[in-house]
């Protein structure tokens, strides 16, 4: 029996990823906080400083890896594999309560 | 032809027609909403004639009387009811025939609002501005309507329905916002006599139509604010009371939201004064071992505020509108966290 196979995130390891942020939402820069709320279960989300750089850069053509490499890292002292972990983890969250669109191909 | 009943039920200046079959639950809402019923009829009689006249908008309600037996029938058109207004029809189901589930839903179909619940079946036509509920014989029902119709209203005119304590001292209102235990009602029963209470656990908050946002008109020479009451005339009393001196820095700029009063009472039972006045400041109620007034940050005000707004359908548009609100009240209205012990030496810090 084969057992669930459980993703390892790794630079290059997985296939890219792109997020953009979704239209049905809410949100607003104030100070270093980005406040969004979700227009499918008005959840509200306060995403912090690492979070603001990715909801910045999810524009739906870069991959979350080159987002990952190029923009937190290079702001926020953090090992790569486990940004991108926290990452992928973090863009799934907002993929679930319909803030963020995610794809294995670049969006239109 | 069975008798109609009508009741007007106004809420933040916004009057609701209530139109039942039933005198019972007529005379149950008379009960429930006390002053802010502002108009009630008996209608439907064959003749084109009314049962019950006399009973104008404002009058000084007794809900014993309000649909007793005819006296001296008039027209319909004798009846001064508000010209604008929104018409809700209540179909009263036998007990029994809803269901316990307490989870609200609130949805867009087909340019109509569908409301539901357990107790209750609802729908709102956002362009006609009438609607119907079916729900048995019960307070309860309706106002969870009235709620959800308010907050729909509301949104679309940059207002809101906030879990939040409101009175108002001085001819200023202050919104005490938290959730369930934060203490609203503790801080609402520790008011001294001066404090007017517009609720105990929904604030009802509109922008100030009679002025532009942000423009600096407060005057300390006059040192008056007006509070406008209709709790008894259709003539809108205005009570001129002592106002505090302005504080540099807490309220600089004319209110550009007011608050309201409402008859959705918390543990208090209580409904609140028929009010409404110019929003001084809103506190973000916690309880501390004393009593002190702390600086936020505007995220952190928006976002106490967001999670503090009714807000019940899921609806892109209306989001973006209740958001827009949250963001520009947070910008006019000064918003700190309230710490208090908790003792009535709060109120030295209110005003």
Redo the contacts between chains.
């Keep these: 029996m084969v057992g669930a196979q459980i993703p390892v995130f790794r630079f290059g390891y997985m296939s890219p990823l792109y997020i953009a942020r979704s239209n049905e939402i809410a949100a607003r820069q104030l100070g270093d906080e980005m406040i969004v709320m979700s227009a499918r279960d008005s959840t509200l989300f306060s995403l912090n400083n690492v979070g603001l750089v990715i909801w910045q850069a999810a524009d739906g053509r870069t991959s979350l890896e080159d987002i990952v490499k190029n923009k937190v890292c290079a702001e926020f002292e953090i090992a790569p594999e486990e940004a991108l972990k926290d990452a992928e983890n973090f863009v799934r969250e907002l993929a679930g309560h319909g803030i963020m669109r995610v794809s294995d191909k670049p969006f239109e | 032809m069975k008798p109609r009943y009508e009741l007007c039920i106004e809420i933040g200046d916004i009057p609701i027609l209530v139109h039942t079959d039933s005198a019972e639950f007529a005379g149950m809402l008379q009960d429930r909403y006390g002053k802010f019923v502002v108009g009630r009829r008996a209608a439907g009689d064959p003749n084109g004639e009314t049962p019950g006249c006399g009973e104008q908008r404002g009058a000084q309600h007794d809900s014993e009387s309000a649909f007793g037996p005819p006296s001296t029938p008039c027209r319909v058109s004798d009846f001064q009811f508000p010209v604008s207004r929104f018409e809700l029809e209540v179909e009263l189901l036998p007990p029994g025939m809803m269901s316990d589930a307490e989870e609200a839903r609130v949805r867009l179909e087909g340019g109509r609002w569908l409301m539901e619940r357990g107790d209750f079946r609802a729908e709102w036509d956002p362009e006609s501005h009438r609607g119907w509920v079916r729900q048995s014989a019960n307070p309860y029902s309706i106002d969870a309507v009235l709620r959800m119709l308010h907050t729909l209203i509301l949104a679309r005119e940059g207002g809101f329905l906030v879990h939040a304590a409101s009175a108002v001292r001085n001819g200023r209102a202050f919104l005490f916002a938290g959730v369930s235990g934060a203490g609203k009602t503790t801080i609402s029963r520790l008011a001294p006599p001066d404090v007017l209470l517009l609720t105990d656990e929904i604030s009802y908050v509109r922008k100030d139509r009679s002025q532009d946002s942000g423009v600096r008109s407060q005057n300390a020479e006059v040192g008056k604010q007006r509070v406008e009451s209709r709790q008894r005339d259709d003539d809108r009393k205005d009570i001129a009371l002592d106002a505090a001196p302005l504080t540099p820095g807490t309220w600089s700029l004319t209110p550009a939201f007011v608050a309201y009063g409402t008859p959705f009472a918390g543990e208090l039972a209580r409904i609140g004064e028929n009010l409404r006045a110019p929003i001084a400041a809103l506190y973000l109620l916690v309880q501390g071992p004393e009593n002190s007034i702390e600086d936020v ?3 952190q005000a ?2 106490s505020l ?2 503090n707004i009714l ?1 019940f359908a ?3 548009e209306l ?2 509108m ?3 609100a949250a ?1 520009e009240f947070a910008k006019c209205v000064p918003v700190r966290r309230l710490v208090f012990a908790p003792d009535a030496r709060v109120w030295d810090l209110i005003g």
Excluded: G, H, I
Aim: aromatic share 12%; net charge negative.
């Design positions: 940050s505007q995220a928006v976002r967001l999670q807000f899921d609806d892109n989001v973006q209740v958001f827009q963001l």
